[in-house]
Nanobody, 129 residues
Framework: QVQLVESGGGLVQAGDSLRLSCAASENTHRTKTMGWFRQAPGKEREFVAALDWSGGSVWLPYYSDSVKGRFTISRDNANNMVYLQMNRLGPEDSAVYYC???????????????????WGQGTQVTVSP
């Protein structure tokens, strides 16, 4: 069982930056793909970004169109950490952000939340206008 713990959420103003962290209990095949999703009140949980291991030391990032160019996902394998750097935040980015991990995720399904095996408890991000 992979344990995921998010941190770094908070209340910021529009235009500010924030970095979310996700601490994973292991760095194994079960965390081959690490992703961030978010869920705003009354809305479905949506894909934000993911890092997928493509072999060797190569991890490929994927982003939703709504955050591409503003958010950056990164990984520190030595410390089993995944980060989401969020820049130029807007009120539309307000949500609970979840870290997720999956072992059998391919590129074609990387944005599908039901394909991820493990989830954290989430961290709240609120962006005021």
């Amino acid at each position: 069982q992979v344990q995921l713990v998010e941190s770094g959420g908070g209340l910021v103003q529009a235009g500010d930056s924030l970095r979310l962290s996700c601490a994973a209990s292991e760095n194994t095949h079960r965390t081959k793909t690490m992703g961030w999703f978010r869920q705003a009140p009354g809305k479905e949980r949506e894909f934000v970004a993911a890092l997928d291991w493509s072999g060797g030391s190569v991890w490929l990032p994927y982003y939703s169109d709504s955050v591409k160019g503003r958010f950056t996902i990164s990984r520190d394998n030595a410390n089993n950490m995944v980060y989401l750097q969020m820049n130029r935040l807007g009120p539309e980015d307000s949500a609970v952000y979840y870290c997720a991990a999956g072992a059998q995720i391919t590129i074609s399904i990387i944005k599908q939340k039901d394909k991820y095996d493990y989830w954290g408890q989430g961290t709240q991000v609120t962006v005021s206008p």
